[in-house]
């Protein structure tokens, strides 16, 4: 009996497809657990910091710098652990520059991947493809260093004035390392990631629906408008969260070009505003990870890490659900 | 395509009749679907000339599609377009409103006017909402129902206008259309989410809703049904009172049932125009004999 089920060709090929089921099952479910374990170590590890500051953790302190000084130091000396933190300048920071560098790059390679798909000539796309693909891969590490040897002088001689150094010099002092250089390479990271999702998506969008307008009398332009940008909203929906998804957790680049200051800068300054240091989240835990080795300061790194954990999924979150009313009308992610 | 053993052959009502009638096949053989008691074609009063096809020829790269075509169209009449594939009928419409443009290496030499103006000379835009084009396949966009019909309005208007001022045209192009029945109680019902008759319905209500001088439709049956293919047809016989219609069709009994002119194409050439009953019945040239009667395509 054993040897007929072996020499069976279907049974053969049926325990082969229960076999690379269980095999691919098991690894999925080996991933969540995973993931689980790794959401639920983050958070406890946060917990104490976010025990002992309560709301305030949120808010504004004096001088985060200090904070953290003082942090790391309390497990040096004979005393209670410090866990004193607020962590709103990281939060702004943060929220500032991914907000502005997604808008920014949202726009910009809308228009570009419209071009790219629709009305740039064949030689045009055969060069700008390959381009855009190998810029959205390079390190941020390279762009971090043409920002503090291009634009941070070039913001720090150019753009700042003496009188504008003046006007905030008793609470922040402007060297170029700024917001703005942050909020400028960002984009530059993220929109080519963004054109090439963007353009993929264009692509899709069926030519029946693109002739159905043309023929019925819409120009060009708008008809990749309505029809095109239209049917792709799921793909822009994907490039837009894989690209916050990788603003919001730049460290290194933005270590290296936003000053490294723990302020949060203020938009009451006007203009002086983008020209102000900033230090958003994983480049405050770049900054901070020497420190690990003390207690209190590890625990409140695990706070600043639990936030951007957070945010990702919230982030995964927004996206589904922006994309639930599209579903309605038949156009499919 | 053969015709050994013929369907019968449905008669749609044409102007002044009352009532269908079916035509029972004779069983001849070739072209036996061609019955003695068809209707001369409507009377010439009504038939008002609106295009002019004038030596047209259009090449794509050095291969030549359409070989110095002229024929005319004219409002109240049907006009199809046959002939195996690769003749270059489906060519010839799309030239009519200058889809081919669309294509890069598409070279396009003659004239072709419509109400006495060289279509070169319009804007492309503004010849397609006079020449609106319907599709093989049903190409509803993901909109609603109403958003489909409405999305040609709002594009023509210099100001978006509001909703209640477009319900009256987009109910008037859905009844033009004959689908207004079945979507009346919900406008805001996804169009991708109607039968395919009911799709590509919408699409000519869509094509209507611009109020053209010329509708092409590119064999708009040929992925539905009997049952929607005998709808459409019905709405195409009825709407050749108000606007130029050519139809290109694989299909020569639906040809033969719907149009009043046909255009027989082989291998770019007009090979034959003529009535559809002169066509059909008592065909001029070999080749057009040929292909009636099913020898090849």
Redesign the interface.
Known sequence: MATQVHDDPGARALRADRRAELMLGALVLGVLGFVLLLIVFVFREAWPSFANNGLLWFANGDDFDREIEEIFMSANLLQEPVYDFRAWPILWSTIVITTLSVVISFIAALFVSVFVVEFAPEWMRRILEPVIRLLASVPSVILGLLGVLILVPFIGEQLITDDQRREVSYVVSLSGYSLLAGVLILSLMIAPLMIAVFVDGLRSVPRGWLEGALGLGVNRWRTFWKIGVRTARPALVAGTVLATARAIGESIMLAMVCGGVGFAPNPADGLIFFLEPAKPIPAAILQASEELTSPPMRDTIFAMASILLFSSLVLSLAGWAVKQPMKKYGVRS | MGFLSPPPVRKLPLAGEDTARVVEPNGNGASSFVSSGRRAVASTSLAVDRMQVEELSIAYGSKLAVDSVSLPIRQGEVLALIGPSGCGKTTLLRSL?R?TE?TKTASLKGRITLDGDDTATFE???????V????Q?P??????VFDNVA??LR??ASRRPRKRELKGAVEDALRRAGLWDEVKHDLAH????LSGGQQQRL?IA??LA?NPEVL?LDEPCSALDPQSTQVIEDLIVQLREEVAVVIVTHNLQQAYRIADYVAFMYLGELVEYGPAEQVFGAPKQERTREYVSGAFG
Do not use: G, I, Y
């Open positions: 409103n889809l669309l492309p835009t503004s010849l397609r909402r006079r609106t084009m319907v599709f396949q190409n509803p966009f993901p909109m609603s999305f040609v594009e023509q996804p169009a991708l989410r699409c869509r094509a611009a092409l």
